[in-house]
């Protein structure tokens, strides 16, 4: 038994490689000191950027860009069964390449996050189904 350990260590020994390769090394360099690449928000091309929180615990925040981006949210928090959270509603817009201004209008609550817009897709044989079918107040599916 001895003899077969001993063998498989030789083995085992003489399997390995025979030559060190050493590896490449990443080298660190420091970011410039010259500070930030804008000074202002004007210059980053942030035309309007604001947001407050009010002591309800409600908020609001938006921005606008050159590019031209613009979003706007507001939110607060709603009791949603024996739960607190946080339903927010809002819209963004961008022009695509091609010119086409997007706008999406949403809202995130108990429901769900839905959002609603031209540039949305929407499967008819599902739109045809959402006008022809809802749920009642005591949460049955009707058709």
Known sequence: ????????????????????????????EPQSQAGPQYRTLEEAGILR???????DGSFVYGFETTDPIQQDVAGQLKQIGEEYGTVMQGSYSFVTPEGQ??????????????ATGDAIPVDANSARAAETSYVDSAGEYVE
Request: net charge negative; glycine share 2%; hydrophobic share 45%.
């Open 49 to 55: 950027m604001d947001s407050s929180i009010e002591e």
């Open 101 to 114: 201004e997007v706008t999406i209008t949403w809202t995130a609550d108990e429901n769900g996050f839905q």
């Open 1 to 28: 038994m001895k003899l077969l350990v001993a063998s498989l260590l030789v083995a085992l020994a003489a399997a390995r490689p025979q030559t060190y390769e050493e590896q490449p090394t990443v080298q660190y």
